[in-house]
C-alpha cells in the first residue's frame, strides 16, 4: 500500500496567482535522453494578489542546470514537484526568470510532457504536462505569448502561432496569442504533410496544413475537408473567424486521449486523423469529422477564452462537445446524431453517475485532474449547454455567445462567468439552473396522467438518487419536450417546452376530445431517466407513430429493452410476436431512411439489459443476457423475409463514399447480414462478403460475425497478412477478437493476443484495442463467473501503471459497476481492486480511481 496519501485539491481553495507570466521565451536542443529546454520568462506580481509572496514554479522529472534571476545566477534546490525562490531574493516589480533544464523524451512512457512517438518528438501539455518542461507557474490563468526556438536535425520543427525564421537545423516560432501552458506544442520529425488554404469570412488566408508520417499523405484528404468546413460552420453558426495566417494539424501514433486543441498546432491520435476507404470504417469517418471539428472549435472556446482553473473544466469542454455535435448534426442527419450521442452518453456517463465514480459536471475536488476528463464533464456537460439552449431558444442562445466572446475574449474564466452571460442577455434568473453544475447523479422523472372532461393532466415528479459525498439532492430546472397523439396516430398537440422546477408539478392541456398519448422528453430534451410504466402496446403505438424521430427510436428501444430484460427473468419466455412485428414494419416503412432502421433494429447492449433486469430482480448472469439476445436476434431473423435480397438492395454502387448516406445504407446491410448470420452455421454469407468487399466498413462488419460465430481463422489470417504494416488497422484485427469473441474462450483469446509478436502494449491504441475492448466491449467474457476476466484487466492495470498513469486509470473505470453483481463476482472484483491497490508506488491516477471505486 502506498505510504503517502496524495493531497486532494479543492475548488474552495482557489487563489490566484502571485505572479504572472507576459512572455516566455523557449529554446529546446532535442536530443532522446538529453535535451536541452532554456526558458526566458518575463514576469511580474500579480496586482490581484498579495504582494510579497514566494514563487512557486511546477517542475516534475527536470534536471535543473542553471537558473537566474534578471540575469543573476541563484542555486536552488527543486523538490519533487518544484521550486520555490524566496520573495527576498526577487526585485519589487518586474523580473526575468531563467532557466536551463535537462529531460529525456525517449524514457517518457507517460506520454505527458515531450516524449518519442516512432522517432518523432511531440508533446501533451494538457492538463499539467508542461512542468515536465520547463519550471513554471503551470496553471491555465496564467497566459502569455510565446517565442520559441527548435534545434534538432529533423526535417519538419514546430510549435505554436506563426513561423517567423527557419535555418538548417533549427526554426523559430512565435504565437502572438496570450494563451495557458496546457496549449504550448512542439513537433519535431520526418513528416510530410497535405497542404490547403481556407480564406477567412474576413477575407484573411490562411495556410492548412495535415503533417504525418511519410507513405500516410493519402489518407488525409477527408480530416482536411472536415477542418474547412467546421471553419466555415463555425464562420456562419457563431461568427468566429480564425486569427493565425497558419493552422496546423500533426498526427502520431502515441497518444493517451483522442486529440488536443494546441493553438495553431493540433495533435491528433493518428486513429482520428487517417483515413482511406480500404483502412477506414463509416464510424472511423464520422469520428474524425467530429473530432477534427472539435478541436478546431476549442480555438474559440478553449484557447481564447479559458478556464481559469481545471475545475471550471466543463466550461470549454461541454461548450465544444455541444458544438461539435450540432456542427455533425448539420453536416449529417440530425436524428440519428442524437441517437448517437444519446446512446453514448447512456452508456458512459449514465454509467458513471450510477457508481462510485460519480461526480458533478463541475468537480469540487481532485486528487489528479487527469482522471476527471470524463463522460461526465465532457458528454453531461453538452447536455447541460443543450438544455440551456432549449430553455432560451436559438436566437437567445446566440445573443448570448455573442455577448461570451465580446464580453471574456483573452479571459480564464469560469462557470459563473458562463451563466452571468447568459442572465444578463436573456434576462432569466438560472440561479436554479446552475445546480446542473454542482449536483451529481442522474435525475428520475416520473409521470402520472389523469383526463377529465376536456383536459389532461400531466403531473411530472423529480428526484436524483444519492452520489459519493452528496446525500441530498435539490429539484434541478429540467426542460420536458411534450407532444400530445391521439389514438388514431395524429398530432394534437405539437411539441411544447414544460419547464419542470418543482419536486413535483402539473402541466394541463384543454380542449381535448379524448384521452391523448403522450410522447415525453422528446428529442431527449434533458439527461434523465424517464420512469414511465408504458405498457408494450404504447411503446409500439409510439414506435408506429411518433413524429419525434428521437422519440419513435426510443419507443422501439424501449420495448425491445423490456422485452429481452423479460426473457432473462424468465428463459422461457418467447420472443415477443408483437416486437418482432413491430420492427418488421419499422424495415419495411418507405418513410424511413436506412441509418434510422438501423438504430431502430440495433438491439440494446448487454449491459443496457443487464441494468434494466436488476431494476427489480436480482442480479443475473451476464451469459444470460447474452443468450437472450441471441435467442432474439434469432427469432427477428427467422421472421423477415428474403433477408438476402434485402441485403442486396441496400449495396450503395460505385465507387466507396463516406457520405451519410451510404453510410446508413452499410449499417442497415451490416445489421441485416448479422441477422442472417444467426441463420448459417457456417456464416456463408459473412465469408463471401468478407472476401469480396472493398472498404474495411463491410470488411469489419463481416469480419465481426465471423469472429462471433467462431468461423474467423481463415479471415483473421488473411487480414493479419494484408494489414500487418497497418497500426491503426491493425488495432482493428485485435480489438474485433477481443470484443466479441464468444466468452467462453475469451479470456484464452485475450491473452493470447497479448502474447502475439505485434502486440505493443506501451502503444495506448494497441493497449485498448485489446484490454479495453475486452473489458468494456465483452461483457460476458469479462465477467466470466471463475474471475479470470477480473484477473486479466487487473495484470495489466499493475503492468502498465509505472508506465502510463493515466491510461491505467482509465481503464481501471471497467471496474466501477462492480457492486451491480452478484455476490460471487463482486468478491471476486473487490480482490482484484485490493490486489492493485497494495502495490507500492502505486501512481496518483490509478490510487485515487481505485480508491474512489473501492469506497
Ligand atoms: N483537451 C482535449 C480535448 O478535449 C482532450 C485531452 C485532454 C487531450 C488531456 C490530451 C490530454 O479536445
Ligand atoms: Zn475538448
Not at 423529480?462 to 429540467?478: C, H
Not at 408539478?505 to 431517466?529: K, Y
Not at 427489480?616 to 443476457?625: G, H, L, R, T
Request: charged share 25%; glycine share 6%.
Amino acid at each position: 500500500m502506498r505510504t503517502d496519501t496524495p493531497p486532494t485539491i479543492r475548488l474552495t481553495d482557489y487563489a490566484p496567482p502571485a505572479y504572472l507570466v507576459d512572455a516566455v521565451h523557449l529554446t529546446f536542443r532535442l536530443d532522446p535522453a538529453a535535451t536541452r529546454v532554456a526558458a526566458r520568462l518575463s514576469m511580474r506580481p500579480n496586482p490581484h494578489a498579495a504582494p510579497g509572496q514566494d514563487l512557486r514554479l511546477d517542475g516534475e522529472k527536470l534536471t535543473l542546470r542553471a537558473a537566474a534571476i534578471d540575469g543573476a545566477r541563484i542555486e536552488l534546490n527543486p523538490d519533487a514537484e518544484g521550486l520555490t525562490v524566496p520573495a527576498g531574493a526577487l526585485p519589487d516589480g518586474p523580473f526575468t526568470w531563467e532557466a536551463e533544464v535537462e529531460i529525456a523524451p525517449k524514457d517518457n512512457t507517460a506520454l505527458e510532457g515531450l516524449y518519442m512517438s516512432k522517432g518523432m518528438y511531440c508533446t501533451q501539455c494538457e492538463a499539467e504536462g508542461f512542468r515536465k518542461i520547463t519550471f513554471f507557474p503551470d496553471r491555465p490563468d496564467v497566459m502569455a505569448t510565446y517565442t520559441v526556438r527548435i534545434e534538432g536535425d529533423q526535417p519538419v520543427l514546430l510549435s505554436n502561432g506563426n513561423p517567423t525564421a527557419q535555418g538548417p537545423g533549427w526554426a523559430e516560432w512565435h504565437d502572438p496569442h496570450p494563451k495557458p501552458s496546457y496549449l504550448f506544442a512542439l513537433v519535431a520529425g520526418d513528416l510530410v504533410s497535405h497542404d490547403d488554404g481556407f480564406v477567412t469570412a474576413s477575407g484573411r488566408e490562411v495556410a492548412l496544413k495535415i503533417y504525418v508520417r511519410p507513405g500516410d499523405q493519402h489518407k488525409c484528404a477527408y480530416a482536411m475537408d472536415a477542418l474547412k468546413r467546421s471553419m466555415r460552420w463555425d464562420e456562419t453558426e457563431y461568427g468566429r473567424e480564425y486569427d493565425l495566417d497558419l493552422f496546423m494539424i500533426v498526427a502520431v501514433d502515441d497518444f493517451n486521449m483522442g486529440a488536443m486543441e494546441n493553438k495553431g498546432l493540433n495533435i491528433f491520435n493518428s486513429k482520428y486523423v487517417l483515413a482511406s476507404p480500404e483502412t477506414a470504417t463509416d464510424r472511423d469517418y464520422e469520428l474524425i469529422e467530429g473530432i477534427i471539428a472539435h478541436e478546431y472549435f476549442h480555438n474559440w472556446t478553449g484557447n481564447r477564452i479559458t478556464c481559469r482553473d481545471w475545475f471550471q473544466l466543463c466550461l470549454k469542454e461541454g461548450l465544444t462537445v455541444f458544438r461539435d455535435q450540432q456542427f455533425s448534426g448539420d453536416q449529417r442527419s440530425r436524428p440519428v446524431k442524437r441517437i448517437e450521442d444519446v446512446q453514448m452518453l447512456r452508456t458512459r456517463q449514465f454509467r458513471e453517475d450510477a457508481g462510485p465514480l460519480a461526480h458533478p459536471v463541475r468537480p469540487q475536488e481532485y486528487i489528479e485532474i487527469n482522471n476527471f476528463y470524463t463522460a461526465t464533464v465532457y458528454e453531461k456537460g453538452a447536455e447541460v449547454i443543450g438544455m440551456l439552449h432549449r430553455l432560451v431558444g436559438a436566437d437567445a442562445y446566440r445573443r448570448a455567445l455573442d455577448l461570451y466572446f465580446e464580453r471574456h475574449d483573452g479571459q480564464a474564466c469560469t462557470i459563473e462567468d458562463w451563466i452571468e452571460v447568459f442572465e444578463d442577455a436573456t434576462g432569466r434568473d438560472l440561479t436554479q439552473f446552475a445546480r446542473w453544475y454542482s449536483q451529481a447523479g442522474t435525475p428520475r422523472l416520473g409521470v402520472e396522467e389523469s383526463f377529465e372532461g376536456d383536459t389532461y393532466t400531466l403531473t411530472l415528479t423529480q428526484s436524483t438518487p444519492p452520489t459519493p459525498g452528496q446525500a441530498e439532492k435539490r429539484p434541478l430546472v429540467i426542460p420536458v419536450a411534450a407532444g400530445l397523439l391521439d389514438r388514431q396516430g395524429a398530432e394534437v398537440v405539437p411539441t411544447r417546452m414544460l419547464e419542470l422546477t418543482e419536486a413535483r408539478q402539473s402541466f394541463t392541456f384543454e380542449g381535448l376530445a379524448a384521452r391523448p398519448v403522450p410522447s415525453l422528453l422528446r428529442g431527449f430534451s434533458a439527461p434523465v431517466i424517464l420512469n414511465r410504466t408504458a405498457d408494450d402496446a404504447e411503446r409500439a403505438f409510439l414506435l408506429a407513430n411518433d413524429t419525434d424521430p428521437f422519440n419513435k427510436w426510443e419507443a422501439g428501444h424501449a420495448l425491445t429493452r423490456d422485452v429481452l430484460a423479460r426473457m432473462v427473468r424468465a428463459p422461457d419466455t418467447p420472443a415477443d410476436p408483437e416486437l418482432l412485428t413491430a420492427l418488421v414494419a419499422a424495415l419495411d416503412d418507405p418513410a424511413l431512411d436506412p441509418a434510422f432502421k438501423a438504430l431502430v433494429l440495433g438491439f440494446p447492449t448487454a449491459e443496457d439489459v443487464f441494468r434494466t433486469v436488476r431494476q427489480d430482480s436480482p442480479p443475473p448472469d451476464p451469459a444470460e443476457v447474452r443468450v437472450a439476445l441471441i435467442r432474439l436476434d434469432t427469432a427477428l431473423a427467422r421472421l423477415i423475409p428474403d433477408l438476402p435480397e434485402r441485403i442486396r438492395a441496400l449495396a450503395v454502387p460505385g465507387r466507396y463514399s463516406p457520405d451519410a448516406d451510404s453510410a446508413g445504407r452499410r449499417a442497415l446491410s451490416g445489421r441485416l447480414l448479422g441477422l442472417l448470420t444467426r441463420l448459417e452455421p457456417d456464416a456463408a454469407t459473412a465469408r463471401a462478403v468478407f472476401a469480396r468487399t472493398d472498404n474495411m466498413t463491410e470488411t469489419m462488419q463481416a469480419l465481426g460475425l465471423l469472429v462471433r460465430s467462431d468461423n474467423a481463422d481463415a479471415a483473421l489470417a488473411a487480414f493479419h497478412a494484408r494489414w500487418k504494416d497497418d497500426p491503426l488497422v491493425l488495432d482493428k484485427w485485435f480489438s474485433v477478437q477481443a470484443a466479441l469473441t464468444p466468452p467462453e474462450r475469451a479470456v484464452e483469446t485475450v491473452q493470447a493476443l497479448t502474447e502475439h509478436a505485434d502486440f505493443d502494449w506501451k502503444t495506448p491504441n494497441r493497449l485498448r484495442a485489446v484490454v479495453g475492448s475486452f473489458a468494456m466491449g465483452n461483457m460476458a467474457g469479462f465477467h466470466r463467473a471463475d474471475g479470470a476476466g477480473y484477473r486479466f484487466l487487473a495484470d495489466w492495470l499493475i503492468k502498465l501503471d509505472p508506465v502510463n498513469p493515466q491510461t491505467t486509470a482509465r481503464l481501471a473505470g471497467a471496474f466501477e459497476t462492480w457492486r451491480q453483481f452478484d455476490e460471487g463476482r463482486q468478491a471476486l472484483i473487490l480482490h482484484q481492486l485490493q490486489r492493485i491497490a497494495d502495490r507500492d508506488a502505486l501512481s496518483r491516477d490509478t490510487t485515487e480511481i481505485v480508491g474512489r471505486i473501492l469506497d
